[in-house]
Structure formats: structure tokens, C-alpha cells
């Protein structure tokens, strides 16, 4: 039989021992294990208090409450310290019922991330840097831009820049103008409506402007009525033509260049050709000095000829058939063709044929565009100019279709294709696609020369499990030294750096 109970050194010495109940301090040096039997419980409960002078190390501690003392030296019990950004990747708080797990965790990029609504308690405020950002009531003043598309009843407005309201009303603060109808108005205050262009403004000093800025009619009217009308001739009615209901009263003197009284009997000048004369040299002949100035009649062809200067007062112009034809200040509207050699500065410019430029043409005060025979350069930061076959900028490059980017090329050399905002869009590709690969094989569609992430899966090449790096679960490993027996790739089974693998599709010899 084996010695159970032996001294030694003065100590008791006892290989085995089974209690039930023991009392009093108890002092061990040494250390101690718990094993479990299945006759007995594996748990160890304490009934009281434990005093760990050193640290606990255990897999896992479940507990209900955690008290730390505010002392110098004594660390926060949820400061999570890592290595990497990437193992502190998902620590934080995991609150979990019955149902479902909600997080509170730190993310990689900085940030901390939440499963669950973020309820702060009453006048209190989300903070940047100490400074609060947004309340329960309004936004912090620090906060000037955003892309809100609906408020609610405004007690105040004020813009410093452009403002456009519905697409009907616009408001220009570089030159003051407001347009309704129009975001080109041709005056403080213009309003197009009906193929009326109507301005209010000034176009000269000490002169202030009510009218239209087109060849149209304007009407002032009361109860609905037009009362005045100012036709885009230069003729002024006064009244109803039909009802006659006019009453003009004049408080002063009225001066007049010519005054024509309609119901007067009037017989204008006639020139009729007879048996022996024609109507040819008949009109107004001014004759003093034994010299002739004449307004008469013509031949081959027909014609009004003048052997002196037609000058019209201001403002009047030259008409054909009732269309402008020539102003002080612009051809009519009529005028299509010409043959002009030479012009001055032009304010606007459309061709709507074929443009010939033979020189270089400089567009704008600091020759903003510079077009040549062989390119167009925009003179501004980023330096655009674009040739017959190439395009080039100082800095990036943007294609935007309908207000929105669809292709963009970074200063870096970083491009963009397609709209991160608006992922439905299609995007076909037709021929032979690489990446990274300058020759690919002619009878391969798609080829890519490094290790590939399809929808957040990795693939990778290898002649054995990677040894490094951070994988997920899912990821692969294609072998690249395939024989008889072994497989045709390894599958990460547990994140991690380099994670757990195990491998799959095992090649069988025939």
C-alpha cells in the first residue's frame, strides 16, 4: 500500500485530500490547480470577497459589475491595447440579449462604430474638438455647408452667393441681378415671359429703364386693361382704338414735331406717269447754289434714290417690311449674311455652320482660351489643352454627364470610373481586359497580374498556406505547383494574421 501521510521537514505531508468543510485562514505557497472530476462540480465557487494582490489571467471572465478605484497608476478596465489598427479592429462593447447582439466598437480608419441608436440626454450636444456641432434644436455655427433639400419655415434668410428658387427665380450676386423665368437677365430685374423679355434698370447715368429688352410690345394698364400701349415701332397708344375711351390731360405745355389730325381731309403727294413722262426723277428736289439735292424716284431698278446723306434722328432705324433691318446699334434680326472683314468686340458668339479661324483667337481679358489651328488651351490652374489627338491638364481631370462625375483622373495618376453615388449604372467593356499585365493572352478575356478581392473575398496564389498578412474567412489560395494527391488550394477558415487555413479539392490520381 502506498504512504498517503508523511512529515517531512517539519511539514505535513498528504498526497491526497477530501474535505467537506474546512474554516479558518488558509495560507498556500506554491501553485495551485482545480481539476474536475465527473462525481463533482468542475466550477469553483466563491461565497466571498477574493484580494488579488498580482494580475488574473484567465480565457474568459464573465462578469455581471466591474469597479475600478480613480488612483494614480491604475488603468481604465476598457483601454483595448493592440499592435495593429487591425486587431483593434471589432474590441468594444457587445451587449447581447436573447435576440441579437449590439455593438459599440472601435473600426479601422479611426472611428468608432455602432450597431444602436446614439441618445444623448437632454441639452446635450454632439461635439467636434469641444465645439458643439448639432442639438436637439439647430446646428452648430461651425457648421456652414450641407446638402439639405428641405427646411422648415425660415424667420431669416441671408446669401452672400447666387440663388436659384424652383428654376423660376434666380438671383445673380456678381453683377445684382434678379430673373424670373430667366437666369440671364438683362437688367436689375428682368422677366421673361411669353417671348417678352421685360427689364427694369438703368443702361446709362442718370437714366433709369421700365420696358422690354426685345422687339416687343409693352403694355401699362390698369383693372386689367391695357390703357398704354408702346409698340416695339416706337408707336404709342393711347387708350381703345375700338371704344375711343382716352382721356390724355397735359398740366403744362406739349410740344410736337408734327401733328396729324386723322379726321381732317388730307390728299398725300402724288407722282403719276402720263402718255408723254414717266414717274422716274419725280420727288423732292432741294435746288440753292445752281446745285440740286435729291430725294426722287429711280430706274434699274426700281428704287428711292437720295444724292445726299439719310440721317435718322436718334433712336430710329432702318426697317424692310416692318422688321428692323438697321440701328444706331445693331444690325436687325433679319440680317443673315454679310460680308464682313472685320468687327469689333464681340460680347457673344454663335456659329451655327462651319468656323474657319486662320490665326490664333484669344477669348477672354487675360486670353482666359487660346484657340490655334492645332489646339485649345484654357489659361486657368489647370491649364487645359486639347489637340487632335490628345488632352492634357496640369492637375486633374473630370467627365461630368447631367451635373454628375463619371470619369476623373487625379493629379496622383488615381482615376475613377463611374459615379461612387449612383451604382446602378451600366458599364460595358468590349475586348481583351488587363491589369497590371501589358500582353495578355490572346484567347483570355480578362487578366489581372496580382492577387484579386471579389465582393470582399480574397484570392491569392501560393505553393503553401500564406505565412503572412491579415486574411477573412472565405478567402483562397490557389495552389501554383498542382500534382497527384495534393490540392488545389488552401481556404482561410478563421481571419487573422495570417489566419487558419485548411485545404480543399483534393486532386486524385487516375
Not at 375711343?244 to 389730325?261: M, Q, W
Not at 469689333?344 to 484669344?362: D, I, Q, Y
Not at 486657368?380 to 489643352?385: F, R, V, Y
Request: charged residues 20%; contains cysteine.
Amino acid at each position: 500500500m502506498n504512504q498517503l501521510l508523511s512529515i517531512v521537514d517539519d511539514k505535513l505531508v498528504i498526497d491526497k485530500l477530501r474535505v467537506k468543510f474546512t474554516e479558518g485562514p488558509l495560507t498556500h505557497a506554491g501553485s495551485l490547480e482545480v481539476i474536475g472530476t465527473s462525481q463533482f462540480n468542475d466550477n469553483v465557487s466563491i461565497a466571498r470577497n477574493i484580494n488579488v494582490v498580482g494580475s488574473i489571467t484567465a480565457d474568459t471572465i464573465n462578469v455581471k459589475h466591474i469597479i475600478t478605484e480613480e488612483s494614480g497608476g491604475v488603468r481604465d478596465p476598457f483601454a483595448f491595447t493592440a499592435n495593429t489598427e487591425q486587431e483593434l479592429d471589432g474590441k468594444g462593447f457587445h451587449f447581447t440579449d436573447g435576440l441579437a447582439t449590439r455593438l459599440f466598437v472601435y473600426k479601422e480608419g479611426g472611428r468608432l462604430w455602432s450597431t444602436v441608436n446614439l441618445d444623448l440626454a437632454n441639452e446635450r450636444s454632439y461635439c467636434i474638438d469641444q465645439i458643439p456641432v448639432l442639438s436637439a434644436e439647430k446646428l452648430g455655427s461651425s457648421v456652414v455647408h450641407s446638402n439639405l433639400q428641405t427646411v422648415g419655415k425660415l424667420h431669416k434668410l441671408q446669401v452672400a452667393g447666387a440663388v436659384s428658387f424652383g428654376e423660376w427665380a434666380f438671383f445673380n450676386h456678381i453683377h445684382s441681378r434678379l430673373g424670373i423665368n430667366t437666369d440671364s437677365p438683362n437688367g436689375s430685374i428682368g422677366i421673361q415671359e411669353n417671348n417678352v423679355d421685360l427689364v427694369l434698370g438703368s443702361y446709362k447715368n442718370d437714366y433709369g429703364y421700365v420696358g422690354t429688352f426685345n422687339n416687343t410690345n409693352l403694355e401699362l394698364g390698369t383693372d386689367n386693361t391695357a390703357r398704354i400701349t408702346l409698340r416695339g415701332t416706337g408707336e404709342i397708344d393711347i387708350g381703345h382704338a375700338k371704344y375711343k375711351n382716352a382721356v390724355v390731360r397735359i398740366y403744362g405745355k406739349l410740344e410736337v414735331d408734327d401733328l396729324v389730325n386723322h379726321n381732317a381731309k388730307t390728299e398725300p403727294l402724288y407722282f403719276k406717269a402720263t402718255k408723254d413722262s414717266t414717274i422716274y426723277g419725280t420727288g423732292i428736289v432741294w435746288s440753292q447754289d445752281n446745285s440740286n439735292r435729291q430725294f426722287t424716284y429711280a430706274a434699274n431698278p426700281d428704287r428711292i434714290w437720295s444724292s445726299e446723306t439719310i440721317d435718322l434722328s436718334d433712336e430710329k432705324y432702318y426697317s424692310i417690311n416692318g422688321n428692323i433691318v438697321l440701328s444706331k446699334n445693331a444690325l436687325g434680326e433679319s440680317v443673315t449674311s454679310s460680308s464682313l472683314t472685320k468687327v469689333g468686340a464681340l460680347e457673344s458668339l454663335v456659329v451655327g455652320g462651319e468656323a474657319n479661324l486662320r490665326t490664333v483667337v484669344n477669348v477672354g481679358a487675360n486670353n482666359e482660351i487660346v484657340l490655334t489651328r492645332d489646339h485649345i488651351k484654357f489659361n486657368d490652374n489647370n491649364q487645359l489643352t486639347i489637340t487632335g489627338n490628345s488632352l492634357s491638364v496640369a492637375e486633374s481631370f473630370t467627365i461630368n454627364c447631367d451635373s454628375e462625375q463619371e470619369f476623373k483622373i487625379e493629379s496622383d495618376g488615381a482615376i475613377e470610373l463611374g459615379n461612387r453615388h449612383n451604382t446602378n449604372r451600366r458599364v460595358s467593356m468590349y475586348g481583351q481586359v488587363s491589369v497590371g499585365v501589358s500582353n495578355p493572352e490572346s484567347d483570355v478575356a480578362f487578366t489581372v497580374g496580382g492577387a484579386v478581392n471579389l465582393n470582399g473575398k480574397k484570392f491569392v496564389k501560393g505553393t503553401t498556406i500564406p505565412s503572412s498578412g491579415r486574411y477573412s474567412v472565405g478567402d483562397i489560395c490557389w495552389n501554383t505547383q498542382p500534382e497527384a494527391t495534393s490540392y488545389v488550394g488552401w481556404i482561410c477558415i478563421r481571419e487573422g494574421t495570417p489566419g487558419e487555413w485548411l485545404p480543399f479539392g483534393q486532386i486524385v490520381s487516375q
